[in-house]
């Protein structure tokens, strides 16, 4: 095999478990950042139609970010292995982000921030600060992350199925930790120093939540990268790897290259896969206190306290979510085979992911009509409007479970068959996540503005980009070829 991948057999399950792990902590990070930071950062001073591309911090260091992680992972020469040292320093400068994130109204506040004015320009520099580096901290966390387990799996590929689901299923445990933490609303009670002068409640339990984080993801990193061990890249193969020295910019053309067209139909299923995801990611808890609570961000106490019963709602509604993919998560192996292959699995949930973003327009609409028709004071919606919400918000866990896990299984199957290095072929995956995260990001502001405001064009964008990622997943895309056997000799670099 290439790029150093040491040859031996396939890791116990037990492994491959507490690697995958790993994703519970990052995923906690990132439901907070999901279901919290967007109504958070406006009430920095940010609008709306700017907060948008503040998350463009995330697409550009996972654009630069995972390739070149990847790359040096596939080459590093530690004593403690390829993958292990970035997983460590990744860690490190989470913890590092979520306080500057979380901590970020003091600091500003001592820093000369106004407590009277609505725009807080020293919080908001510190806050996307700490955003920009959680986003390359966990970019240099989960590429290695992905990586070791696909080492651990050793070429087998149902096993680089069975190890990408549970690095789903761990996903959708820390979101399901993350966004109850977000719902409940009395977290700071628990630690009563986050509540401060320029702290209020909510800023007190998004710091509560976010030290609940630190918490979780130093006790699965430090569990995983103490238990699993790794060979180091021996000097023999290092030196076989240094005959013909090449760039990194030229590891990247020529890893594009070098595709074959499955894995140049993977790239283009899951760009638009991620042009259809990345609207409801973002805006969904602030879908739900604008569009189906009818709150405000900046508005009247009412107004405001509607909004942020809404964004509360939505955390719940995502903790729906999360339950369903992990639930699903544990059974994408053996619903792939009864449907007839991955690519039929896909193409299914991907319709189903587009017709729920579609019917976000007519929630809006009845929940709109119920408003008119009550009058001007406020209250939540009725039973009936909330439920539909929910249900778009649980029907929605299938689709995304297939979409933390198949496209990294198929793409580690892929670079396995070309015996490429598994750190640079998912970071070249990567860029087909990010780059549309870019363009949903540049696009969106701009895009609802035209419309009028709030967040449903985009949701249309994604419910259409979601129905061409669907048919192209079930017409195009082919299965990945079957293993009659492995030997017992084949194997990755990890054990």
Not at 312 to 329: C, F
Not at 353 to 367: H, Q, R
Not at 434 to 453: C, H, K, N, R, W
Request: some cysteine; aromatic content about 10%.
């Amino acid at each position: 095999m290439e790029n150093g991948d040491i040859i031996q057999s396939p890791s116990p399950l037990r492994k491959i478990v507490t690697v995958a792990a790993i994703a519970a902590g990052i995923q906690f990070g990132w439901a907070l950042q999901l279901s919290l930071l967007t109504p958070y950062v406006q009430t920095l001073g940010v609008p709306h139609t700017w907060a948008a591309f503040i998350w463009l911090c995330g697409p550009i260091s996972g654009l630069l970010v995972q390739p070149i992680v990847g790359y040096n992972s596939d080459r590093c020469t530690s004593r403690f292995g390829r993958r292990r040292p970035f997983i460590a320093a990744g860690a490190t400068f989470v913890c590092i982000a979520v306080f500057l994130i979380g901590f970020a109204k003091d600091i500003g506040h001592h820093a000369g921030d106004s407590l009277e004015k609505s725009t807080k320009p020293r919080a908001v520099a510190i806050f996307v600060t700490g955003f920009w580096i959680l986003d390359v901290a966990n970019n240099m966390l989960q590429g290695p992350c992905r990586a070791l387990l696909a080492d651990l799996s050793a070429n087998d590929h149902k096993k680089m199925r069975t190890s990408n689901g549970w690095f789903s299923f761990f996903m959708a445990v820390g979101n399901v930790l993350g966004y109850a933490a977000g719902s409940y609303s009395h977290l700071y009670k628990i630690f009563p120093f986050t509540r401060t002068k320029a702290c209020d409640v909510y800023c007190a339990n998004l710091k509560s939540c976010f030290t609940i984080d630190i918490m979780i993801l130093l006790l699965v990193t430090i569990t995983a990268v103490t238990t699993v061990k790794e060979d180091p890249l021996t000097k023999q193969v290092q030196e076989e790897e240094t005959k013909v020295p090449a760039p990194f910019i030229g590891e990247i053309v020529t890893a594009f290259k070098k595709l074959k067209k499955p894995m140049w139909i993977l790239l283009l299923v899951t760009c638009l896969n991620w042009i259809a995801w990345f609207p409801f990611l973002l805006f969904d808890t602030d879908w739900m206190g604008t569009e189906v609570y009818g709150g405000k961000v900046k508005g009247n106490a009412h107004e405001v306290k509607i909004y942020g019963d809404g964004v509360r709602a939505g955390a719940l509604g995502l903790m729906i979510n999360s339950i369903i993919l992990g639930l699903t998560s544990l059974a994408l192996e053996p619903v792939g085979r009864l449907i007839g292959g991955v690519k039929n699995l896909w193409g299914i949930v991907n319709f189903i992911l587009s017709a729920c973003l579609a019917s976000t327009v007519l929630i809006t609409k009845i929940a709109e009509a119920w408003r008119q028709q009550h009058g001007p004071d406020l209250v939540h919606p009725p039973l009936n409007i909330k439920a539909s919400a929910f249900a778009v918000f649980g029907l929605l866990g299938t689709p995304l479970a297939v979409t933390f896990s198949i496209p990294f299984a198929l793409a580690s199957i892929y670079c396995s068959n070309a015996g490429g290095g598994q750190g640079l072929s998912l970071g070249v995956l990567n860029m087909s996540i990010v780059i549309p995260q870019m363009f949903v990001s540049v696009i969106s502001g701009p895009l609802d503005a035209a419309f009028g405001g709030g967040n449903l064009p985009a949701f249309v964008l994604g419910s259409i980009a979601a129905a061409v990622s669907a048919l192209l997943a079930m017409l195009a895309l082919p299965n990945p070829p079957k293993q009659i056997s492995l030997s017992p000799g084949m194997g990755g670099a990890a054990h």
